[in-house]
């Protein structure tokens, strides 16, 4: 017996979907971030004390992508399949407004 919601199971996986796109679209500049830092941790005698902040940027940028996509995760195992795959099959009969 599907699992009755009262919020929509499909516009919840549709915002994943776009948030999605948008911290893909965040995750490339970081990417390029990481690649400068990286670089600037091979500049020849360059001391720990700074050394270490390049280290700690790019600890906190594989930090941070990993806690993205874990969250969007979170969201989209938290959306009842049942429930999803109900909403999908009453939706090919088309969306109707509430009037209330």
């Known amino acids: 017996m599907p699992i009755n919601i009262k919020w929509s199971a499909v516009r919840v996986m549709e915002a994943a979907d776009m948030l999605e796109k948008q911290i893909n ?7 390029c971030a990481k690649e400068v830092a990286r670089a600037a941790l091979e500049i020849p005698d360059i001391p720990g004390y ?3 902040h ?4 790019l600890w906190n940028i594989e930090k941070a992508v990993r806690r ?3 969250n969007l995760q979170s969201i989209r195992d ?3 399949r049942d429930a ?3 909403e999908k099959k009453k939706n090919t009969y088309g969306r109707q407004q509430s009037l209330v």
């Open 25 to 31: 679209a965040a995750i490339e500049p970081l990417e």
């Open 50 to 52: 700074v050394d270490q």
């Open 54 to 57: 390049f280290h700690a940027v």
């Open 68 to 70: 993205l996509r874990d």
């Open 78 to 80: 938290s959306v009842p």
């Open 84 to 86: 999803l795959e109900a």
